[in-house]
Nanobody, 123 residues
Framework: QVQLVESGGGLVRSGESLRLSCAAS????????MGWYRQPPGKRRELVGV???????DYAESMQGRFTISRDNAKNMLFLQMNSLKPEDTAVYYC?????????????????WGRGTQVTVSS
């Protein structure tokens, strides 16, 4: 089985920074796209940004500038650096990944979600 576990969330004040981490573990042959999503209270889940295994990164237009995504392929980890946080950034932040697993029968790709980490920004 595969697990994605987010960490690093918390309560911060407006203008402060947070760094979120996502660790993938389990039956992992390789990881293709990895991304961050968030769900503000009472709203739909939205894309923050997604990165390919090769390192290209696409951000949602509204997330560009203050948020930076990075990944460590050797450690199967994804990061989200969030600067100059605002109260409207308050949300549950989720990690998502397309993970290739393998066994004697071959390889297959599955999309996984983490359980999320809460980020709360006070004014």
């Amino acid at each position: 089985q595969v697990q994605l576990v987010e960490s690093g969330g918390g309560l911060v004040r407006s203008g402060e920074s947070l760094r979120l981490s996502c660790a993938a573990s389990g039956n992992i042959f390789s990881i293709n796209n990895m991304g961050w999503y968030r769900q503000p209270p009472g709203k739909r889940r939205e894309l923050v940004g997604v990165t390919s295994r090769g390192g290209s990164i696409d951000y949602a237009e509204s997330m560009q500038g203050r948020f930076t995504i990075s990944r460590d392929n050797a450690k199967n980890m994804l990061f989200l650096q969030m600067n100059s946080l605002k109260p409207e950034d308050t949300a549950v932040y989720y990690c998502n990944a397309d993970i290739v697993s393998s066994d004697d029968s071959g390889q297959w790709q599955t999309n996984y979600w983490g359980r999320g980490t809460q980020v709360t920004v006070s004014s």
